[in-house]
């Protein structure tokens, strides 16, 4: 029901502020272009999602992303305690988790998904508390080298565009642990 | 140089190390490419009601009224002002996140205070609600629970670290 509060809260203020604001016009030219922007958008990563779900699947049967998943046990253990046992989960998570560190996030989305349609197997339809956190710890991703970025600082004049590094890692580790705790939290008090 | 060809060593790693295990890699790449096919058409349903929303929300100016009114609690908060349009926008649209970003960084200039937070915002927060709505279309979740506000928590997070961290990096507090 979230979405559905917050899609009918952006769509009826939209309205009011553009009547308010005389954009009206505007505002119903922009429903439709962001409805083809969204097939758009999906057309332009079709080609990234199934390379790198191709790729997955080497792993999967190659025994790469078992070896992965031993790796990272110890820390997604904690994070996933209810997967911790379930290979599919486990090793879809900790490619994903991979992909994330190394800066790959064309790569970090498909595996990312695998784990949360594993996961969606064992409550269909509800969020459980894993999956929470796996969007929570996708939304909150540690970049370590933020390259959009930096070309666009690079563009504006700058000699050094990658001396933000450390701050961007601080904020991220910051944003990334407030995500878990809070994700943590919620998950004792929220009820349904 | 190792970070530019990454992408082309993964692949050829992950090839090499399929084939000496045996596998057919090629059957392989191609089974689980036909498998996120199956999983692009289940966002695309999730994507189109959230960029129309997007979009319309942009076009009709509310962000800019309520970046006005939220400019004072930022500064409260330690976050440079300037930044409120980049920060209502980061969640929603991450395209449009990076053109207010780019203006600001080339307006304010990018070895500025609110040059250098603009970017550090950029590179440490994500796309929230594109994330969630790719994540659970993909996995047919209608009951999203805490999900949205513990991500937004993490992007607060995220938008005062930055500001905190460019203050103590560069300017020594």
Redesign the interface.
């Known amino acids: ?3 559905a509060a ?2 009918t809260a ?2 009826v ?6 009547l308010a ?1 005389g ?1 009206g016009q ?2 119903s ?3 439709l ?3 083809a ?3 758009e ?2 057309l332009s ?2 080609g990234v ?16 992303s078992a070896l992965l998943s031993r790796l990272l046990a110890p820390l997604l253990g904690k994070l996933y305690p209810s997967f911790a046992g379930d290979r599919k989960v486990m090793d879809c998570v900790s490619a994903n988790v991979s992909a994330n560190l ?3 996030g064309n ?1 970090a ?2 595996l ?3 784990a ?2 594993e ?2 197997r064992r409550s ?4 459980s508390d894993e ?2 956190m ?3 710890c ?4 540690i ?1 370590l ?5 930096a070309g ?2 690079m ?4 000699g050094t ?1 990658f001396d ?1 590094l ?14 878990i705790a ?2 943590k939290l ?2 004792r008090i ?1 009820r ?1 | 140089m190792f ?1 530019t060809m ?2 082309p060593f ?2 050829g790693g ?2 090499l ?2 084939m ?2 045996g ?1 057919d ?1 090629y059957s ?10 199956g ?2 058409i289940r ?2 349903p999730a ?16 962000l800019e ?1 309520a970046a006005q009114a939220l400019a004072p609690v930022l500064s409260a908060l330690g976050i440079p002002p300037e930044t409120v349009a980049l920060l209502l926008v980061r969640p929603v649209s991450g395209s449009a996140a ?1 053109g207010v ?2 203006e600001l ?2 307006t304010y ?3 500025s205070l609110v ?2 937070t603009a ?8 796309t ?2 594109y ?6 279309g ?14 937004l ?6 938008f ?3 500001a ?3 203050r103590v ?2 300017y020594g507090g």
Do not use: H
């Open positions: 029901m979230a979405m917050i899609w952006m769509v203020t939209s309205v009011v502020c553009g604001t954009n505007a505002v030219g922009a429903a272009e962001g409805a922007a969204a097939v958008l999906c990563m079709a999602l199934c390379l790198w779900m191709g790729v997955m699947e080497i792993m999967k049967r190659s025994g790469l190394l800066g790959l790569a989305t498909p990312g998904l695998q949360a349609r996961m969606s269909p339809g509800v969020a999956l929470c796996l969007v929570v996708n939304t909150a991703s970049q080298i933020p390259t959009t970025v666009v600082r563009a504006a004049g700058c565009p933000i450390p701050a961007v890692w601080l904020a991220s580790l910051l944003s990334v642990t407030v995500g809070a994700a919620m998950a929220w349904g | 970070v990454l992408v993964i692949l992950v090839a190390l399929g000496a295990r596998v890699v392989a790449l191609l089974a689980g490419a036909e498998e996120g096919l999983v692009l966002i695309v994507l189109v009601g959230l960029l129309t929303a997007v979009y319309m929300l942009r076009a009709s100016g509310a009224l990076l970003g780019a960084i080339s200039g990018p070895d040059g250098r970017a550090v915002m950029l590179g440490s927060t994500e929230t609600f994330t969630v709505a790719v994540y659970f993909a996995a047919g979740i209608v009951k999203t629970r805490y999900a949205i506000p513990a991500a928590c993490a992007d607060l997070a995220g005062i670290g930055a905190w961290a460019v990096i560069f």
